[in-house]
Structures are given as C-alpha cells and as structure tokens.
C-alpha cells in the first residue's frame, strides 16, 4: 500500500463537503438534510445513537427522509432500534444491513421486517458486545449522536443522560469518522464539557430536547401480593445467605418489589449494611425510599430517568455527578461495572425451557437484548474475589481445590409462574428456536444462558441450580418451581421432594415465609405518589404516571 | 375518634377490597351481610361469555352501624370487572335502597366501578335506572344516601349518574367521578382532545380534587378508611332535604357554572377563574393545604 491517509483525507473531503450547508460547525436545522446528504455516502456504516433511552430523535428522522436514490445500502450499527424512523431508513431503501442490541417498542414490526427481507441482520448484540465491535470490525464513518448543549466549537454538554454518547465518538473520531450531534442548544458556554469540540464535525440546534424513555420508572400501585412473595424469597433465601452487596437489578416489577421491601422487610431481617449497597443500576424511581433510609452506598448509571434529576443532583453523595451538579452516565462503563464488579444479576424474562436458558423472544417479537445478557452471565476473566461469588463458586464445585476454583457470579431469574394474560414462565421449547429456524440463523436469541443461571424464583419457591449435579436434577429443580404450568405439572413428585430435602428447592415455608406476609402493606411506598413524598419533593414524575 | 371504635388503624381506601373498607368504616363488629356468597347469587349472563363468576357478583350489600346508628351499605369491588353493574349487582342494590326507605336507615355507597357490565347491558342499565329512582324515592322519605368514592376503578358511567342523586358524595384525591371514562372519550373523540394515556390530565380532569373545586362533590378526605368514616359520620348529620327547592338551586348553579368555567380549555384555567393562587401547583398540595386552597371553591351545599 502506497497511499497512506487516504481516510484522513477522505474525511476532509466530507467536512469540506458538510462546510457549505454550515456556519463553522454550526448548521441551521432547515440545512440538515442537505448535510447529511453531502457527509453520508451510499455504502457507509451509519451509527444512528439512540438506546433503550435516549434517542438522536431529529437525526433519525433526518435520515429517513433522506432519498434512496442519492444515499442507499447503508450498514446502521446502533444500541437501539427505537423510533418508527430506525425502521423507516430500511423499508424506503437507504439502510439494508443491521447490527444491533435493543428493539423494544418496534420488536414486532422488525419481526416483520426481517421476514420479509427487508432487513439483512448482521447479529443482535448485548451492548457492551456491539460497543466492543465499533472498535473491531463494525466501526462508523458516521456517527449521528445528541446531546443538551454544545458551543460552537463544538463542545458538548450531554445531561444526565451521556449513556452511549462518549463510546460511539471515541470509536468513530478517532478512526476518520465523522460525528453530526443535535443538540436543544449552542450556548456560549457549556455546563460541562462531555464530548470535547475537536471531535465533533457539526452541530445542529434543535431547539427541542432529544427523546428520552422513562423506561425504568414502574408504578408501585401495580405490584401484585405474588410480586412481592418473589420478592420476600429472594431477598431471605438469596441476598441474605450470599451476603449480596454489589449486584444490578433488571426491569420489572418483582425487581421493583425487592426494592420497595428492603427498607420494611429487609430492615426487620436485619439485612441493611449487609446487601445491597452498592448497585450498578439506572436512577429507578423505586431506589428512593431505601436510598432515604440509607441502605445504598453507592449507584453507578447507565443512563438517567426522567424525573430524577434534580432528585440524583441533590444524592451526589450516592450517584456519580459532574462539576455542574448533574448525573454522568456511561453505558458503556456501567455495563463493565455490572460484569466485573457485581456478584449478582436479577431479573425477569417471558421464557424459561427446562434447561434453563431464558429468552424474551416470542416467534413474532424481537425485543433484542440492550444489556441482560452481559449482566446476566459469568464472567469468566474476573479474578478478584468476594464471599457470595467464592460461596456461590464452592456450591457449584464442592470437590474441587478452593484455591483454583472460579468463584460464580449469581445469575438470578425471578418471575411468576405465570406471567402477564396468564401465559406460562416455562415451557419445553424456547420460542427463541422457531425463529432462529424461521430465519436461518445460526444462533438463536438466547438472553441468558442455561449455564450462567444460578437460580429460579417463583412464588413456588426458589430452584438453586449451582447444586444441581446432573441435566435431570436441573430438569426436576426447575419443574419443582414451575407451580401449575404444564412443565409444573408434568414433575417427578419423589426427586422434587428429594431436592427439596437437599435445599436445592426451597418452598416458602422452607425458609419461614408465610405467603399470607405478602401484601401490598409491606411496600416502602405504594404508589408513584408516595416515592415523591419520599424524595422530598425531588422527584418529579412524568405525567403519565402521576394520578394527582 | 368517637366513642365506637372502628376497626383498622391504617388502612388506605384505594387499596383496600370492598369487604376490607366495609369492617374499616363501619363500627367494629357490627356489620352483617345480605345475600352472602354463601348464597352464591351470580351472574346468569357470564357464563354465556366463559367469564369468571363471583358468588357475590362484586358487590357486599348489608346492614350495620356507624358510630352507633344503624345505616345500610353498599360496597363495590373494584377489582371484579371494573366493579361493574350488572343483573344482579345491580338488583342487590336496588334492593337495599328500597330497604333502606322501608326501615328508614340512612344508606352509604361504597363506588368502585366502571359502570355498565357490556356483557349484560340490558339488564345493567335497568339496574342504573331502578337504582337511581330507588334513591330519590329514599331521599324522599327522608333518608340520606352518602356516595363514597376513592377506589382503584373510580366512579364512571352508570355508577356517576348514581352518584348524581346522592344526598352527600365523599372523595379522596385517588378517587375519580365522570360519566364517560378517559379511554372512551379517546377512542371517540380523539386522542387531541383526551389523552387518556396521560394520567396527570386524566388526575386533573376527573380526579378527586377537581371534582370537589367544582362542586362536583362535598367532601374531600386522605386516602384513609378512617377519614373517610369521619367524613361519613358527619356527612349523615348533614340537610336531607329533597324538594322542587333544592333541585332547582341545583339546576341555577349548574348554569352558572356553566357560564363561568365553559370556555376553560383546561381545570387549570377553572383553578385560576376560582381564585386559587399557583394554580397548577394544586396538584402537588397536601390535603391540609389543599382544603386551605380550596376555600372559594364552587359548592353544592344549598343544592344537596
């Protein structure tokens, strides 16, 4: 090879190219098409920022209306594929290759997409997974991102919400790309600088904020009695013995439950202190009542919630906050944060087989993954340890040499047995199979897998896989928690039995809860109304929520 | 607190079940049921439609006292069909009112649904319409009939024309009160003119507060079953008068509430029109300081 900078000059083409619809870097937003028109090129991978939170809502929308005939066969790597633009870019002909993570709102119509060939997929990702190809072998020439402010020299101010903001620049800048941010408005002065000007090519003034979900908030007046009897289970027959004080909690109401019943049930078992005080976890509104009664340390984010701003700017004693006063978050360290550093990940998912691997694929929704996956496996190059990954770790392998043995993250999947329209949390086969066969994949959509999952919680009990030792004990512990479903049913009464004596099931009683316990009463707070009263006021929730 | 004791030291009215705000409002022990579940009295139409029955198709009829004097109650369950009237739901309380002017005991209806059952249509809107005329009848012959609203499925379609001809109606800041529900003002109207997805205006709109600024209601307590047995043992030593006079000052005020609040696009703007400072922090406010707010709101008690 002979001519060396060729992408350095190939981005000096674009800038110069984008220069004549800007003002410096400052471009007017009835210019913006005409900007992306001149700075995308067919062919390029397009960065399009936008997760299961925020989203670069002006730039996507920008994009779709772009023409097919000028710009097409655009490879988009992107967190999330959100917004009905995301989708749009590929049905009117401008993208056709996809790699992406998180889908959530648009699971079905991707679904349908994807069917009918309007989508090459590439893979669906965990986040940490895609951000570490930007940096391989799926890196941008574009990357279209958004943030509060800028100045125009194009430093950026993103908010609470910075989420994936400083990983798609670093990956795309410093490799010749180039970066278009939109941004509510060009101020003299930037609170804080997140993303530094020299990396940034162009800015558009938007004049309205960029979306953002509040994806995290849940609704205390919706938690069920079942709900919270998960709740109690996990917090006295798993928190408690594993001693669990760093971990990450998932979406979902029985997450939402176990966090409103640490300051009343958790406080009467005497646990506070002793788990949960240090989290990697977004602001969840439902965090309030024992962040207030001082059980938690310390939270790192992934992205913000709306609402708890001003709530997190005035707990910087437990959240992580800049010069200005308000949150920083960074997916991308967050999600390392969640693998390395918590000793256990809990969540719900909509389907369990009897192996246990899980999976929110149903054959005609791909919700995609956003970050369970990684938070929910075990990482195998961590090498520090702590007591419930070293006790987890000594149940899984009791025979072998303490000091060679891998300790075990606990992967924790916590449901009813029967879900939402009473469909059944487990069955013999994964709906995630049929669409790995219906679309020819290699792999299928897998959440987490059946060897990174330590245990079930149901309300029928708690199933502890690390003691499993062989594929039919797994088979008869999952069954054992699988109450009334048909796999629930179909249980060998003895073996169950058997396990049970053995503690590898623990039903309620087994660990001195009385299901009667489980009512609304023992919530923290009942009701979105009571977690503003319990921020004192700082939490100020969205107006979907509020019945006030 | 009176000299009889009531039942439960804390428990919130939104979330209690009928049979749980029945023992917290009346005094302790002295409720007896009507037409049990024991009787199993359900529903002939569910069936049809492979719906779920409940023996006391969602609603506890029955006798009792409060603070001492002997009342009838009404309580529905919220949680069954929207706590919707149906045949038989229905006819339990058509029935209890007529009692309820046989024994001369004054009535309190404990409202938690959504209005008519679909499924049994017909024979639930007879039901509203024997329900209604049964307490007028009742009023008539001198007996007062409290509304109690604050429960998870509000007080909508049938159940508002009901709690229309009430002597007294009784609301917590949960509780709401409208003839047609955010969701059917949405599908028919459009989502421009009724965002039923966005509670804060559904809250604004329909809920307890606003209905007691405008008159809509008497009384307005916490979300506690023992504020609101204080409100109903003062709301029964209120008027119970029910003549010409009474419904024609209802009618005069109806009119000038019109009149003075029917361009407001939005309850804020009434709030303003009434007088309230910071308008839209109502809301927000507390129960103590929102009664101290509230203190030239529009009332219906020369109408009741």
């Known amino acids: ?420 329209r009473n469909t059944p949390l487990f069955v013999e086969r994964l709906d995630a199979l049929e669409l790995a066969h219906k679309l020819d994949l290699d792999l299928a959509p897998v959440m987490v897998y059946s060897d990174d999952v330590t245990h079930i919680v149901t309300e029928e009990g708690i199933a502890n896989l690390l003691m499993c030792r062989s594929k039919d004990e797994r088979e008869q512990a999952i069954r054992g928690v699988a109450g009334y479903t048909d796999i629930g049913r179909a249980r060998d009464a003895k073996l169950v039995e058997q396990l049970r004596q053995r503690g590898v099931i623990q039903r309620p009683e087994d660990l001195g809860i009385d299901p009667l316990d489980a009512d609304r009463n023992l919530l923290a707070a009942r009701s979105i109304k009571d977690l503003m009263l319990a921020s004192g006021g700082l939490y100020r929730p969205p107006s979907r929520f509020r019945n006030w | 607190m009176t000299a009889v004791t009531a039942n439960a030291v804390s428990l919130s009215w939104y979330e209690a079940s009928a049979r749980q705000r029945i023992d917290a409002l009346l005094d302790a022990g002295s409720f007896s049921e009507f037409i049990g579940p024991e009787l199993r009295e359900i529903s002939p139409h569910l069936s049809i439609f492979d719906l779920p029955e409940q023996f006391d198709d969602g609603i506890v009829v029955g006798r009792g006292r409060l603070d001492g004097a002997p009342v009838l109650v009404a309580a529905q369950e919220g949680r069954f069909m929207g706590g919707a009237f149906g045949e038989v739901h229905g006819a339990k309380l058509a029935g209890l009112l007529r009692a309820a002017r046989a024994l001369k005991h004054d009535v309190l209806i404990l409202f938690d649904t959504g209005g008519v059952r679909l499924q049994e249509a017909n024979a639930g809107e007879l039901a509203i319409a024997e329900i209604m005329r049964a307490v007028v009848e009742a009023r008539r012959a001198g007996v007062n009939v409290v509304g109690l609203i604050g429960g998870r499925a509000g007080c909508y379609g049938g159940g508002s024309l009901i709690a229309g001809t009430c002597s007294r109606l009784i609301i917590s800041e949960q509780g709401r009160l409208s003839v047609s529900g955010p969701e059917v003002i949405e599908t028919n109207q459009g989502i421009e003119e009724f965002d039923s997805r966005d509670r804060a205006l559904v809250w604004r709109t329909m809920g307890g507060k606003h209905r007691y600024l405008i008159g809509g209601v008497d009384m307005f307590v916490d979300d506690e079953a023992l504020a609101f047995r204080q409100a109903a043992i003062d709301a029964l030593k209120a008027g119970k008068r029910c003549d010409v006079a009474v419904l024609e000052a209802e009618q005069a005020r109806l009119k000038r509430r019109l009149q003075r609040f029917g361009e407001a696009e939005d309850a804020v703007e009434i709030w303003r029109t009434l007088g309230i400072g910071n308008p839209s922090d109502v809301p927000a406010l507390p129960t103590a300081a929102f009664l101290r707010a509230a203190n030239d709101r529009e009332n219906a008690d020369g109408a009741r």
């Open chain 1, 1 to 420: 090879m002979s001519d060396w900078g060729m992408q350095k000059a190939a981005l000096g083409e674009r800038r110069a190219a984008g220069r004549q619809h800007a003002k410096g870097k400052v471009v007017p937003i009835p210019n913006l098409p005409a900007l992306l028109a001149a700075v995308i090129r067919s062919g390029d991978r397009v960065c399009l920022e936008g997760d299961n939170q925020k989203q670069a809502d002006i730039l996507a929308t920008a994009l779709a209306n772009l023409d097919h005939r000028d710009v097409h066969d655009l490879h988009m790597v992107q967190s999330g594929v959100v917004l009905p633009s995301h989708l749009d870019i590929f049905e009117k002909g401008i993208a056709r290759r996809l790699d992406f993570s998180y889908s959530g709102p648009q699971s079905a119509r991707i679904a349908r997409m994807l069917f009918g060939g309007k989508i090459e997929l590439g893979a669906v990702h965990t986040y940490l997974e895609l951000f570490a190809r930007y940096f391989i072998d799926l890196t941008p020439n574009v990357a279209l991102i958004a943030a509060v402010s800028a100045d125009k020299d194009g430093n950026l101010y993103t908010g609470p919400n910075t989420e994936d903001t400083p990983t798609v620049v670093e990956a795309t800048s410093y490799k010749n790309g180039l970066v278009v941010a939109q941004v509510t408005e060009i101020v003299d002065k930037v609170p804080r600088v997140d993303i530094p000007g020299d990396l940034v090519h162009f800015v558009v003034e938007a004049n309205r904020p960029f979306y953002v979900e509040p994806l995290f908030t849940r609704d205390p007046a919706a938690i069920t009695e079942t709900q919270i009897l998960t709740a109690m289970l996990a917090i006295k027959g798993i928190y408690a013995p594993y001693g669990v004080r760093r971990l990450n909690h998932g979406i979902g109401f029985n997450t939402a439950a176990i966090e409103l019943l640490l300051p009343t049930y958790g406080e009467k078992l005497g646990l506070k202190g002793k788990v949960c005080t240090h989290f990697a976890l977004n602001p969840h509104p439902t965090m309030i009542p024992a962040i207030e009664s001082g059980w938690v340390e310390q939270i790192h984010c992934f992205g913000s919630e709306v609402g708890m701003e001003d709530y997190v700017a005035a707990r910087s004693d437990i959240f992580f906050t800049g010069p200005d006063g308000s949150l920083r978050s960074n997916r991308a360290f967050c999600q390392t944060a969640g693998l390395y550093a918590c000793d256990m990940f809990i969540g719900s998912t909509l389907q369990i087989d009897l192996e246990g691997h899980s999976s929110t694929v149903t054959t005609s929704r791909i919700a995609g993954f956003g970050g369970a996956p990684n938070m929910g496996s075990d990482p195998r190059g961590r090498r520090h340890p702590s007591e419930p990954w070293l006790k987890a770790g000594a149940e899984a392998a009791p025979d072998t040499n303490a000091a060679l043995r891998r300790g075990r993250k606990l992967v924790v999947q916590i449901g009813e047995t029967f879900g939402e």
